[in-house]
């Protein structure tokens, strides 16, 4: 479920590039791709250190 909003979440930025409102989402391709490999690190880091 993470990857799926990680990458829903790029998706929203690449598609409001160019709108004037959105300021938040200007950034290179490989920067947004690079997000959803750490993301996605993360979560998986996350989830093998959890303590229970």
Do not use: Y
Request: proline share 2%.
């Amino acid at each position: 479920m993470f990857f799926v909003l990680s990458i829903s979440w790029e998706c929203f930025e690449w598609a409001v590039d160019d709108q004037s409102w959105a300021s938040f989402a200007v950034e290179p391709l490989e920067n947004k791709l690079s997000d959803v490999v750490v993301n996605t690190i993360g979560f998986w880091l996350g989830r093998r250190l959890k303590i229970d």
